[in-house]
């Protein structure tokens, strides 16, 4: 269904030293990292669509997070949402709703809500039961 999800964010340094940790946390590699232009992307498996690609916007404007924007994470366990969670504050990341059950959804989902360093906020979720 997607090509790709593209994050904007302001500064690349930064960005990178959120979306390493968390990314390696969820067990998705990294497809390629330019300094130069800069922006780097992860890829899902087996792959190679869709990315999760974070760079300066194209129009070189400030990145704005969208209201009611936000990208989720798949996380096999409930104990993966927790790894990714913490990941995600122990590097610049601010909680938007701690793990936890979320049966408003559906009896089985997980989630935990957290936004970067530049406001994007994100998910990382389990639909598997406990």
Same mark, same amino acid.
């Given at each position: ?44 498996? &087996? =792959? /190679? #669509? $869709? ?14 997070? @969208? %209201? ?30 701690? &793990? =936890? /059950? #979320? $049966? ?14 530049? @406001? %994007? ?10």
């Amino acid at each position: 269904m997607f090509s790709h999800i593209f994050v904007g964010i302001s500064d690349f340094q930064t960005a990178l030293q959120f979306y390493v940790p968390v990314m390696e946390a969820l067990g998705v590699k990294q497809r390629f990292c330019e300094v130069a232009r800069p922006w780097a992307g992860w890829q899902s498996f &087996p =792959g /190679p #669509r $869709p990315l999760f690609v974070i760079a300066r916007p194209f129009n070189e404007q400030v990145p704005a997070p @969208g %209201n009611g924007n936000t990208v989720a994470f798949l996380a096999g366990s409930r104990s993966k949402v927790h790894e990714v969670y913490e990941a995600a504050l122990s590097h610049g990341g601010s909680c938007e709703g701690k &793990p =936890g /059950p #979320r $049966p408003g959804y559906h009896a089985h989902y997980y989630g935990a809500y957290f936004r970067d360093p530049d @406001g %994007n906020k994100l998910c990382v979720a389990c639909h598997e039961p406990e």
